[in-house]
Structures are given as structure tokens and as C-alpha cells.
């Protein structure tokens, strides 16, 4: 049984049909990725599956579980955590607290401020622990805003991973990464998927092809083709794509 499933999931706005009977399937440990040009539907995808929007039809299931329509919070709660397309730091905070704001075990013990949870050793063990597996260690103190693009972008895959979840949903990392940044994020990604698994929405195909061991194209709201990197390397949508004639 796949960890994470989308069976037939439909999503239209207003008259606007942006999801048709979209099938998707994730195994546990593995990088699943998701291509496909400007408004073909990605995001909106992440934000069904992951709770932001209810789908008109379908099911979605997380170790057969059906966590379709249940609000994001819950979803989140059950095992499913995400990043976003435009960053959601708290760029006043440094990088340690924006991991403490984001543990749950911070929310549970409702510290009403951050002084109180600096008191708690096991907190701050707890997301140090976090800084660590997004290579941020010795960053603590570092206001997030004075980090590096590609710094800031591995502290909210850190915000994300907070949660401890099962899946991670990273929608579009390498955006506005340079190649060095880019680079670092790839090894990011094959260190964490030791512990998770990954679904990636990427433009950035050279990435994806490294990243991913299985891969679905999604264009005008439909899966048109999935399978490995090698399999799709030979399929005439992604040649297309690739000599930038879709994306
Ligand atoms: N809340 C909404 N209301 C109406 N239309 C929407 C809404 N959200 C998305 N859409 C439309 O759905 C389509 C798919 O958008 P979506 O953001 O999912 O595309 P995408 O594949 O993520 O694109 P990109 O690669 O540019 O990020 C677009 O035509 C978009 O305008
Ligand atoms: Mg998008």
C-alpha cells in the first residue's frame, strides 16, 4: 500500500475545472516528483491534498486513512506537513526560534512567549535536532532574514520538518536558488529522504530528473504521464519541455 494516495480527485472553480480525475500515489521513502508547465494545475494539487481546499470529488488517503475535506490542521496533525511557492518565514525571528514557533510540542505546553521556552532544555534540544537535519547548525542565532536564499529556503523545509511528519510536500524549492543553492538543496533532499518521504513540484527538470525516483507530469489539470526518470526521459512531452517549447 502507497503511503499517501489520490484517487479520481476533481477541483473546479466557479466554472474553472483546474483538477480532472487526478491519480496520484506516493510509497513511503521515496522522492516523488511533479512537473508540468505555468498553471497546470501543481499548487492547487498540494493544496487539496494537503487540506487547503476540499476536493469536489475523489479520495485522499494517507496509509489508507481517508483524510479528504478534513481541515488543514488536522491533516497536518495526522502526518502531512508542507512548504510553500512564496516564503513564510518570520524574518524578525532568528533561525532557532522560527523552529521552536513551528514544534508542536512548543504549541502543546502553550508557552505564551518565547523567553519561557527558552528555559526549556528539551525544547531547544528538540529544535536543534531539527536545525541539524537541514544542515543549520551553528545558524541559531542568525536572524532569518540575514540568511542566504538558499539558507532560508532549507529553514522552512527545518519549519516543515517540525512537525515530524510523514510526508513533506515542497512546492517549487529551487525557485529564485541559484546553481550553487540548487546544488546544496539536491543534497538536502537526498539526506532527508533517509528519514521522509518527499513529493517535489519542480520547473527545474535537471533537478527533478536527479532528485526523484518516480515522477508525474501534470498539464490542463490531468496526470498525463508517471513513471521513472528514465521512462519519462523517452516521453515526447518531457523532450518537448525540455527544449523549452512548454515551460
Ligand atoms: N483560488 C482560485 N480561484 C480560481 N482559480 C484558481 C484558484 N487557484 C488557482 N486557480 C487557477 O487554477 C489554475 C492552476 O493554478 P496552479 O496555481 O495550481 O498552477 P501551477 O501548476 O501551480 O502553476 P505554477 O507553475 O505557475 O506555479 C490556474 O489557471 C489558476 O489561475
Ligand atoms: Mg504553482
Known amino acids: 500500500m502507497a503511503l499517501f494516495e489520490a484517487r479520481s480527485i476533481h477541483k473546479r472553480f466557479g466554472a474553472r475545472v483546474v483538477l480532472e480525475n487526478v491519480n ?4 513511503a521513502g521515496q522522492v516523488s516528483g511533479i512537473m508540468g508547465p505555468n498553471g497546470a494545475g501543481k499548487t492547487t494539487c498540494f493544496h487539496v491534498l494537503t487540506g487547503r481546499y476540499a476536493p469536489d470529488r ?10 479528504g475535506g478534513l481541515p488543514p490542521q488536522r491533516i497536518a496533525r495526522l502526518g502531512v506537513a ?3 511557492q512564496v516564503m513564510n518565514l518570520f524574518d524578525d525571528s532568528t533561525v532557532l526560534e522560527n523552529i521552536l514557533l513551528a514544534l508542536p510540542d512548543f504549541r502543546a505546553r502553550r508557552h505564551k512567549a518565547l523567553t519561557a521556552a527558552f528555559a526549556d532544555a528539551a525544547l531547544i534540544d528538540e529544535a536543534r535536532e531539527v536545525l541539524d537535519q537541514v544542515g543549520l547548525t551553528g545558524r541559531e542565532w542568525e536572524p532569518s532574514v540575514s540568511l542566504s536564499y538558499g539558507d532560508r529556503r532549507a529553514l522552512e523545509i527545518g519549519v516543515a520538518l517540525a512537525a515530524r511528519p510523514r510526508i513533506l ?50 498539464h ?27 515551460v
Not at 229 to 237: E, F
Open 169 to 218: 510536500f515542497l512546492d517549487e524549492p529551487t525557485s529564485g536558488l541559484g546553481t550553487e543553492a540548487t546544488l546544496n538543496l539536491a543534497r538536502l533532499i537526498a539526506r532527508l529522504r533517509q528519514r521522509y518521504t518527499i513529493v517535489v513540484i519542480e520547473h527545474d527538470m535537471r533537478f527533478l530528473f536527479r532528485i526523484a525516483d518516480r515522477i508525474a507530469v501534470i
Open 58 to 67: 475523489g479520495e485522499i488517503l494517507l496509509e489508507g486513512q481517508s483524510i
Open 82 to 84: 508542507r512548504s510553500f
Open 220 to 246: 490542463w489539470g490531468q496526470v498525463i504521464a508517471e513513471g521513472t526518470p528514465a521512462a519519462l526521459s523517452t516521453n515526447k512531452w518531457v523532450q518537448r519541455s525540455a527544449l523549452g517549447e512548454l
Open 24 to 27: 496520484l500515489s506516493f510509497e
